[in-house]
T-cell receptor, first 111, second 115 residues
């Protein structure tokens, strides 16, 4: 069973716009990770944020984590057509080792 | 620098046949994971190894499934007496370190189709 839920399920934006995806989860976590998946490249790790962190940046990516609300968001700024993919959040529980994925958000960036 | 590799990339088999998949992790990674992904869903955990020890198995891993990592390097996942419900993408991942705070690197997956 999957712990997280991403919102929205699908998102379509114009190139250059920002994209925001949200993730909610159910249990205490050690860390939360975001992954991208497209048909050509498989699952690619984007960013990891630990439970004691609130915000993290990597290039055009900004991730926030609110452990009191058990939620996270991924912001992609100045989107490009190449950002078109499915985005998954995945959590590692406080005393666990495996990744527990949500169902993902399908992002389409139109050029 | 090579990433995680999986072989074969695609497998078509008839119901009732056995299949075996191989995963070669990133060489310095001591943790290896297997996940299964069906269309429109995120990956679901199957099992994981730390070195050669299989430390956790999901309830998804029925008696027909077995995984090994004999020398702490590559791993195999075998499915016996395949069923149509086994059709999915089987993903392998590896990570560095002895705690849970490391990202996992995924291979390209093996797509299994059971006819």
């Amino acid at each position: 069973s999957q712990q997280g839920e991403e919102d929205p399920q699908a998102l379509s934006i114009q190139e250059g716009e920002n994209a925001t995806m949200n993730c909610s989860y159910k249990t205490s976590i050690n860390n939360l990770q975001w992954y991208r998946q497209n048909s050509g490249r498989g699952l690619v790790h984007l960013i990891l944020i630990r439970s004691n962190e609130r915000e993290k940046h990597s290039g055009r990516l900004r991730v926030t984590l609110d452990t009191s609300k058990k939620s996270s968001s991924l912001l992609i700024t100045a989107s490009r057509a190449a950002d078109t993919a499915s985005y998954f959040c995945a959590t590692v529980r406080e005393y666990g080792n495996k990744l527990v994925f949500g169902a993902g958000t399908i992002l389409r960036v139109k050029s | 620098d090579t990433g995680v590799s999986q072989d074969p990339r695609h497998k078509i088999t008839k119901r009732g046949q056995n299949v075996t998949f191989r995963c070669d992790p990133i060489s310095e990674h001591n943790r290896l994971y297997w996940y299964r992904q069906t269309l429109g869903q995120g990956p679901e955990f199957l099992t994981y190894f730390q070195n050669e020890a299989q430390l956790e198995k999901s309830r998804l891993l029925s008696d027909r499934f077995s995984a090994e990592r004999p020398k702490g390097s590559f791993s195999t996942l075998e499915i016996q007496r395949t069923e149509q419900g086994d059709s999915a993408m089987y993903l392998c991942a590896s990570s560095h370190g002895f705690d849970r705070g490391y990202e996992q690197y995924f291979g390209p997956g093996t797509r299994l189709t059971v006819t």
